[in-house]
DNA sequence: TACTCACAG
DNA sequence: GGCTGTGAGTA
């Protein structure tokens, strides 16, 4: 008899519920240190070559030819070359520079090298992480064209529910030489599915002895040699490893990447699957196998999504792990239920409540956390596919080395970076899913050594063709204006300089381009209007621009918007002014971007030039005449 | 909503 | 260890 109905077996065929089912396939897939594989492709090495992928002085992904010379993550690219003899191939991420909008390699060029003429400075440029994003997208479409059932869990991992892809094939599809006798049997099982002349709750006949022949693609964790098929939970992982594998190898074929893969019933086990043989792997944990495969390969508990940090090692402490903090050790310790193990960690943080251990874990958690143990140690914790929108946010952010960003233009040189990377990433998005994708908001955040500054903006307005990098930079330097007033304003405190600069976007609205994207827009301005909401997101935009018509620092009043505008420009021009005055000593620090911001901010107010003003501020001497002259005061 | 913490890769 | 991203929790 089979321990499985036909229930289970058609449960596999249902979107969401097929996860549930005792038949149910899943795997997790992962490139092997992916950032170094994508260099390595890139720059036309083989696998064979120790590539490294590096970010300033640090390697971010080793390549396993590079792991034969002992090297890890954690080597800096002195020590790296050092332990493989010169024969390490380090290859820098792409990078932006300072007041561009654009990323570029610059191979032959890092930090690894001795001559400082080929350095890349941190302090000048930002690491973009797009190619690998770009990648990642190629990678994703080849998985997507096997199936939908996938989820993207990183920017190198993935999930797949194969239980419908599984379920096909095997009522449907050739997985066995149709001439041998033996197809009789599979053939039943298909004309009863087909005739509907099953019941749901009996059981499935026994597995025909032609497909226990199946093979599986891949290494079955099988350590006492045990026949591997026997029931039709077999079956399908078989159909399943050959799936994975066919996804693989299309994988490595038309990109070049190799990957490790897990496939088992539950995505908590394909995850440890996945990462038990690499690189260029994949691993069938079969469901008879599972506790062996948990037990005797003594899985720390902090192995385990989600107990990596802090609650794993909580967790050890609160139930007195022995040692090795085995998994093994829940599940022997507590056989019936998850009951007892919610009263013990009750009782236990209880007793810790007063001592110095436990920080992340208290009783409100226990109960979740019981059962989550419960069925993790005996690898049945089942997770769905977990379906993730298009974007939450999208951050592009530089950690400030001392000189990186010390005055307004720096930082606006920065936005500009940041605007670029934002802009193209978007772009992407909506090729990828022929869709335009707006934020509605955008947050910037300054962080010095004594204090963080937020600035939000309200709605964006933005054209029907979607966001450009010039948006962006708008926003982003009204922002900054905007902090740098408040607390770098008429008294010249030590504000910068900045030790962090960040631009995220989020809130976004996603509009299809399939309608008339003017027919939209002209619906979706007229809600906006009339919602609550918008009038107060207008009133708030509008109070920015004329509630306060006055002038701080001047004591001035001023009648229209306009000319409140342009007096704020002319700040604006000031600090600008003297920021370049205070770089002009060590010209060097302005990038050519900068001298180009600065040009540009003199092309765009052309009718303002007035040749008195202009006289006077250089008479005023010392400052730099351009920037000002261009402003009223 | 603003902000911090925790976690992951 | 540097860089992105998400989700939970707090006030």
């Known amino acids: 008899m089979s321990q499985f109905t036909w229930k289970d077996l058609i449960q596999l065929n249902s979107n969401d ?9 899943m795997a997790h897939v992962d490139v092997n240190a992916f950032f170094a594989q994508a260099e390595q492709i890139r720059c036309g090495y083989t696998r064979d070559d120790p590539v490294v992928c590096v970010q300033w002085n640090s390697i971010i992904a080793v390549s396993y030819a590079a792991r034969k010379y002992g090297i890890s993550r954690l080597d800096t690219i002195g020590s790296a070359m050092e332990k493989s003899g010169n024969k390490l191939i380090p290859i820098h991420t792409a990078v932006f520079k300072r007041g561009e909008d654009y990323w570029k390699y ?3 060029c890092g930090s690894w090298n001795k001559d400082k003429t080929k350095r890349i400075p941190a302090n000048l440029y930002k690491v973009s992480l797009d190619p690998y994003r770009r990648e990642s997208r190629k990678i994703f479409r080849i998985f997507r064209k096997y199936s939908d059932r996938v989820e993207k869990a990183s920017v190198d991992e993935v999930f797949l529910d194969l239980g419908k892809l599984c379920f096909e094939r095997l009522l449907t599809e050739n997985i066995l030489s149709e001439g041998s ?21 009996s059981t499935l ?16 964790y099988n350590p006492e040699n045990t026949p591997l098929i026997e029931d039709w939970d077999d079956v399908i992982f078989a159909i399943g490893s050959q799936i994975i594998g066919e996804i693989r190898k299309d994988i490595e074929d038309s990109l070049g990447f190799t990957t490790s893969a897990g496939i088992a019933r539950t995505k908590y086990v394909t995850k440890l699957g996945s990462n038990f043989k690499k690189p260029d792997a994949q691993t069938i944990i079969l469901n008879k196998f599972v506790q062996d495969f948990l037990d005797g390969e003594s899985f720390d508990i902090t192995s385990f999504w989600t107990f990596g940090g802090k609650i794993g090692n909580e967790i050890c402490t609160i139930l007195k792990t022995p040692e090795t903090h085995s998994i093994k050790f829940i599940r022997e310790n507590w056989p019936d239920g998850p009951q007892r193990l919610h009263n013990y960690l009750n009782e236990r ?3 810790l409540s007063n001592s110095d251990e436990i920080h992340t874990l208290d009783s409100s958690k226990t109960e979740a956390l019981s059962r989550k143990l419960y069925d993790i140690s005996r690898g049945q914790f089942l997770l769905p596919l977990n379906k993730k929108p298009i974007v939450k946010s999208m951050m592009s952010n530089k950690n400030m080395r001392k000189d990186s960003c010390c005055n307004i233009i720096h930082a606006i040189s ?27 908001t955008v947050v910037l955040l300054a962080t010095t050594l004594k204090k963080k500054v937020y600035r939000k903006s309200g709605h964006f307005v933005h054209s029907h063709n979607g966001i450009t990098s010039k948006d962006f930079i708008q926003v982003g330097t009204k922002l900054m204006q905007d902090i740098d007033n408040e607390y770098c304003g ?10 962090n600069l960040s631009m995220t976007i989020s809130n976004f609205e996603i509009f299809d381009t399939n309608k008339t994207i003017v027919d939209m827009f002209g619906n979706h301005a007229r809600i906006l209007t009339k919602t609550n909401n918008s009038i107060q997101e207008v009133n708030e935009d509008t109070q920015i621009e004329s509630n306060v018509l006055f002038c701080k620092s001047c004591n001035l009043n001023f009648e229209t918007n306009k000319g409140f505008q342009e007096h704020k420009d002319f700040h604006v021009a000031q600090k600008l002014s003297d920021a370049m005055n205070g770089i002009s000593e060590n010209s060097k620090n302005l990038t050519v971007g900068e001298r180009r911001l600065l ?8 009718d303002r030039i007035s040749p008195k003003f202009n006289k006077k501020s250089k008479e005023k001497g010392g400052s730099t005449p351009g920037i000002l002259s261009f402003f009223k005061k």
């Open 490 to 499: 008429s008294s010249n405190s030590s504000f910068y300089p900045l030790l």
């Open 205 to 220: 006949p026994l597995v025909p002895e032609e497909l226990k022949l199946l093979n599986f693609v891949g290494d079955v």
């Open 349 to 351: 943080i209880s007793e």
């Open 181 to 201: 006798d033996n197809f009789k049997g599979l053939k039943i099982l298909r004309e009863v599915f087909q005739q509907g002349e099953y019941n749901l709750e």
């Open 414 to 440: 920065w936005i500009e970076v940041f605007s670029g990377e934002l802009t193209a990433r978007i772009k992407e998005l909506e090729q990828e899913y022929s869709k335009l994708i707006v934020p509605k």
């Open 599 to 606: 040009l540009n901010k003199k092309r765009k107010y052309p």
């Open 17 to 25: 519920k097929s996860y549930l089912s005792p038949l149910s396939c």
């Open 106 to 108: 610059h191979d032959g």
